[in-house]
């Protein structure tokens, strides 16, 4: 009888082991389900179009010049004056440009007063001249730049190209990034603004 008793607590141990074992395989399986349900989500994600960062923003050749200097942070009082002159349907017409484009950090480095003034509606004319005489028609890329090399710009004057050691510069103005390119040209983002002196 005890024998019969001991044989019976055994099997039923046993059973419960195989059943608890199947719960966890079970549950196993779910969970590398799951991550792999979760895996082939991510993968299925539209990956982001290969462009250049600038202002905390990704410029993307598909979208144009305007559009591109629009979402960079450091680009703000460019593109105000771009609006503020009526330049914004020009440079995001066909083109191609390129554009020399000055940080807020370089418009806040001229003397005081200098870009409220600017924006005013009876100086945009004068604006309209500072901002065009930061663009050259045709794509330039930095590598085309030459030292010595004279651009014309869209304003009239020139602009005159320094390389250094692989720094491209003009009128004195560091390129900090170059080869910007978007629909309708390129941008490089330079560190100052550049005044015609004549």
Known sequence: MKKIFFMAVISATFLTACNDSATT??????????????????????????????????????????????????????????????????????????????????????????????????????????????????KMMAADLKDGQKLKTVQGGDLTVSVKDGKVMVNGANVTIADVVSSNGVTHVIDAVVMNKK
């Open 25 to 138: 395989t079970d549950t196993t399986t779910d969970s590398t389900n799951m991550a792999s349900a979760d895996t082939s989500n991510n993968m299925t994600t539209t990956p982001t179009e290969p462009g250049v960062m600038v202002g905390g923003a990704n410029m993307v050749p598909s979208k144009n010049i305007v559009e591109n200097a629009a979402a960079s942070a450091d680009h703000t009082t460019l593109v105000a004056a771009v609006q503020a002159a009526g330049l914004a349907e020009t440079l995001s017409g066909t083109g191609p440009f390129t554009v020399f484009a000055p940080t807020n950090t370089a418009f806040t480095a001229l003397p005081a007063g200098t870009v409220d003034n600017l924006l005013k509606p009876e100086m945009k004319k004068d604006l309209t001249k500072v901002l065009t005489y930061h663009v050259v028609s045709g």
